[in-house]
């Protein structure tokens, strides 16, 4: 079975301060990860697909990397507007179309 | 247009009531899912459906019913329901492969 794990839980910042959101996966096959950002009572919004280990993809201050058991989530210089929870997804080879959740990691980032 | 829409918003309903939720997309996507995610929770795959044809159901309970009218449309019939089913119902569209999903903004249901 497909598993997605995210770390921390929770990240509390404050403006400014670079971190890293982790998710590790097991998975048969994978075909590729995604990365969401979800605002509390709205759906996730699409940030980024990566599909082989050593991608790298960027979106302003966000830096998605992939490696073959992980992949991190880099926020650079946050600013408050970045305080969201961040889902992990993964999409595997037997599983057709379906994604894997992981738990999410709330990142508060205070002024 | 990279928008999926979902009606209405908030819904309440009683345990006797039939009502259903409606998703629509106009990105050409041929595969439409439906999501179930209750707070503090990531989103819990329901149905997929690829080409108008119902390709996966996650042993979801028959009081939740899908359906596919057009390429465009989603609707979830609901039925019977138990308070334990509230919770935000998120639609999602994609080109289907491996391509990321796109959602929309959900309906959250409260079922008394």
């Known amino acids: 079975e497909d598993q997605v794990t995210q770390s921390p839980e929770a990240l509390r910042l404050q403006e400014g301060e670079s971190s890293s959101l982790n998710c590790s996966y097991t998975v048969s096959g994978l075909r590729g990860l995604f990365w969401y950002r979800q605002d509390p009572g709205k759906g996730p919004e699409f940030l980024f697909t990566l599909y082989s280990a050593g991608e790298e993809k960027e979106k302003e201050r966000l830096k998605a990397t992939l490696t073959k058991k992980e992949s991190f989530l880099h926020i650079t210089a946050p600013k408050p507007e970045d305080s969201a929870t961040y889902l992990c997804a993964v999409q595997a080879g037997a599983a057709g179309n379906k994604l894997t959740f992981g738990g999410g990691t709330r990142v508060l980032v205070k002024p | 247009d990279t928008e999926v829409t979902q009606t209405p918003k908030h819904l309440v309903m009683g345990m006797t009531n039939k009502k259903s939720l409606k998703c629509e997309q106009h990105?050409?996507?041929?595969?439409m899912y439906w999501y179930k995610q209750k707070a503090k929770k990531p989103p819990e795959l329901m149905f997929v459906y690829s080409y108008e044809k119902l390709s996966i159901n996650e042993s979801v309970p028959s009081r939740f019913s899908p359906e596919c009218p057009n390429s465009s449309l989603l609707n979830l019939h609901l039925h019977a329901l138990q308070p334990e089913d509230s919770a935000l119902y998120l639609c999602?569209?994609?080109?289907?492969?491996?391509?990321?999903?796109?959602f929309g903004q959900g309906t959250r249901l409260t079922v008394v």
């Open positions: 999602a569209s994609s080109q289907g492969g491996v391509v990321g999903a796109f």
């Open positions: 990105m050409g996507h041929r595969a």
